[in-house]
């Protein structure tokens, strides 16, 4: 079964508004992160699109990546709880709530306005070349997989 795509307005729409559920407060179900944190670790994989932050990985990891991890993120089976994930995804210190939530919502509607072609053939910081359906289970999939985790 196909994963809701994140392309378009009403699903963005309907994830940016479970994202608006969450309070300062809301407790994890499951894992080590807070609230404020999974809304950071949550933009990270938008901030490999939309910003210069992340050193992309060398040619040998990049080929583990897509040898060995791309089909797990990429296909539509959800995530198991307390999965491992990338270092740069890992978030230590504390986070502002309100400025991660605010960054994240602008991330989701700036991908949905782009759309679904702007991303079929485009390079991904880690898996190479990817088609729009890949590009959108691994968002949607990713966000779908942390609002369970906070009970949204």
Request: aromatic content about 10%; charged content about 20%.
């Amino acid at each position: 079964m196909a994963l809701p795509n994140i392309f378009q307005a009403e699903v963005s729409e309907a994830v940016i508004s479970r994202i608006e559920k969450l309070t300062p407060q809301t407790p994890a179900q499951w894992g080590k992160m807070s609230v404020a944190q999974m809304l950071a670790h949550c933009s990270v994989t938008y901030e490999m699109i939309y910003e210069n932050k992340h050193p992309k990985p060398g040619a040998f990891m990049r080929w583990i990546l897509k040898t060995f991890i791309k089909k797990s993120v990429v296909n539509e089976v959800p995530y198991k709880h307390n999965s491992s994930t990338a270092p740069q995804f890992v978030m230590k210190e504390d986070k502002n709530f309100e400025a991660e939530k605010t960054r994240l919502i602008a991330f989701i509607r700036q991908t949905q306005q782009l759309g679904q072609t702007h991303f079929d053939g485009k390079e991904s910081h880690s898996f190479g070349v990817m088609s729009g359906s890949e590009w959108n289970n691994l968002m949607y999939k990713h966000l779908d997989h942390h609002l369970h985790q906070f009970g949204v």
